[in-house]
Every structure is written in structure tokens, then in C-alpha cells.
């Protein structure tokens, strides 16, 4: 059995929708350039507000993925 090497990036998902359509979002959108993602950790949540109401909902998140 082989040791494993992750490398962390920080990366901000967005949605008007909802925090886990937010989470969601990130990730989609970094498995496409980003390979062997494997995990994530939720940091920070914060928002927009426009006219009194929530507007958009945005996660900074870490995402591991695995060293070739």
C-alpha cells in the first residue's frame, strides 16, 4: 500500500439558489479543470442582500485533490 499526497485549493462557490446549490456549484465547476478531487471542507458561508432579502449565497470552501 502506497502513502497519499493531497494538494488543498481554496475556492468560492455561488448561487441564488441555496448554501448546498452553492457547494454544489463549486465543485462542478473545479472538476472541470481541477482531477482527483476528493473532498471539500466548507470554511466560510456568506451572502448578498438586496432590497432586505437574500440575493445570492456564497461558500469559500477548501477541495482536496489527490498527487498524481
Known amino acids: ?3 497519499t499526497t493531497y494538494k488543498m ?3 468560492v462557490g455561488t448561487s441564488k439558489e ?3 446549490k452553492a457547494i454544489n456549484n463549486g465543485i462542478e465547476r473545479a472538476s472541470k479543470t481541477l482531477h482527483g478531487l476528493s473532498w471539500f ?3 466560510e ?3 448578498g442582500i438586496e432590497k432586505g432579502k437574500v440575493d445570492t449565497y456564497q461558500v469559500i470552501m477548501k477541495v482536496g485533490l489527490k498527487l498524481d
Do not use: L
Request: charged fraction near 20%; avoid cysteine; charge should be negative.
Open 1 to 3: 500500500m502506497s502513502d
Open 9 to 11: 485549493i481554496e475556492i
Open 18 to 20: 441555496s448554501v448546498a
Open 41 to 43: 471542507q466548507v470554511s
Open 45 to 47: 458561508i456568506r451572502g
